[in-house]
């Protein structure tokens, strides 16, 4: 089992800071996942555990030792990736074996390891056959496999379903995490893909330009995002930018005004609210005191089967996006209908708008 520490990490390249002080801790037996959009630097900061590239400053430490100045060949880390790199002319078998024979393992041993790695990622008696006879979930298997079967002290995965179709995906993704589960190892999982990070992870590090703006568990991540880029980038948020606040801290927004104490002294704020934490009602329902009751017309409905998603334009211009779970078919034929959108103050996120972080409405 093993911890990693990631000390401090910086990383510049001619015009851009890749990583800019990046300082994480990932317990042992964890399953951490990197989340950000192309180019935050989720593959060079994995890059920089694996030791294929070097940090300009900061350290990296695993099971309590410093290991960022061993070649990468002597870190005791497996890796995944995107485009599998598994070799096109050796057997399957022989892609798995390919570690523990630059190891120098005794015949007899790499045979049994092999074949139990390949038995854990559901390719038993797929040795003999040759990469391309595999679709691109088996080969990415054989990856996974390669990548276990060293007994590595930790998992290193870049993107390993990109290139995978959606029900594969879904279908790999649940397996990784099922094989981390039952050996225990530490892994730290890169993706770009928000739903994929909060179904396969214990917990998350959303990065942007190079920072970690949020470390926590999926939940935490979703229901209390940090900053307004994590909440722009984890689900999906309707987001009010930069509204005046009126005296004592009053939300106010077309007709609608609800006193937040949170917001006294504040002359801006920007409000986000989760598609799904939005009551959809007729014009004249009341609100509780504690909500905030945002009148406007249906612009468009899109029905998704057990779902439909109602764009709204409030009075006051802005356009909303609503969640309905299981429509009924009378509130499908509503474009242009009169609507109440209620948001409970507790589903509300606000956001100061000049550092994007997150303020407490609930003091
Ligand atoms: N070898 C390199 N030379 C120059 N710039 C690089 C190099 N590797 C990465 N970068 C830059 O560093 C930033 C982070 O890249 P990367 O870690 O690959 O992001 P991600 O994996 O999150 O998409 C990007 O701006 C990228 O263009
Ligand atoms: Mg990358």
Redesign the pocket.
């Known amino acids: 089992m093993a911890r990693v520490e990631l000390r401090h990490i910086s990383?510049s390249?001619?015009?851009?800071q890749?990583?800019d002080d990046i300082d994480l801790v990932i317990e042992s037996g964890e399953f951490f996942t990197?989340l950000?959009?192309?180019?935050?630097?989720?593959?060079?900061?994995?890059?920089t555990v694996a030791g294929f590239?070097h940090q300009d400053s900061g350290e990296v430490w695993v099971a309590g030792r410093r290991i960022d100045e061993i070649p990468a060949h002597r870190r005791n880390i497996g890796l995944v990736f995107q485009d599998y790199a598994i070799f096109p002319h050796m057997t399957v078998g022989d892609n798995v074996a390919f570690g523990l024979r630059n190891r120098r393992r005794p015949r007899r041993e790499i045979a049994e390891r092999v074949a139990r790695a390949l038995d854990l990622v559901r390719l038993g008696g797929h040795a003999a056959r040759l990469p391309h006879q595999l679709s691109g979930g088996q080969q990415q298997r054989v990856g996974l496999a390669r990548a276990v079967v060293i007994k590595p002290q930790i998992l290193l995965m870049?993107?390993p379903l990109s290139n995978l179709d959606a029900k594969l995906r879904i279908e790999l993704r649940d397996d990784i995490r099922d094989l981390q589960r039952s050996l225990g190892i530490t892994t730290i999982y890169?993706t770009?893909d928000q739903e994929e990070a909060l179904v396969i992870s214990d917990r998350i590090g959303v990065?942007q330009g190079?920072h970690v703006h949020q470390v926590g568990t999926p939940w935490e991540v979703y229901a209390r995002p940090a900053t307004l880029f994590v909440a722009s980038f984890v689900g999906a948020m309707n987001v009010i930018a930069d509204l005046a606040v009126g005296a004592g801290g009053t939300l106010a927004l077309g007709a609608a005004r609800l006193p937040v104490p949170a917001l006294a002294g504040r002359d801006r704020v920007t409000l986000a609210i989760r598609l799904e934490d939005m009551t959809l009602t007729g014009p004249a329902v009341d609100a509780p005191s504690d909500a905030l009751a945002l009148d406007g017309a249906v612009d468009k409905v899109s029905f998704a089967g057990r779902e439909a998603f109602y764009r709204v334009r409030l009075d006051e211009g802005t356009q909303i996006l609503a969640h309905v779970h299981r429509p009924e078919r009378r509130l499908l034929e509503q474009n242009g209908a009169r609507v109440r959108l209620i948001l409970p103050l507790a589903r509300v996120h606000l956001f100061d708008p000049a550092t994007g972080r997150r303020i407490e409405a609930a003091s």
């Open positions: 990383k390249y001619p015009g851009v890749a990583l990197l950000g959009p192309s180019g935050c630097g989720k593959t060079t900061l994995l890059r590239n870049d993107e890169v770009h990065m190079g």
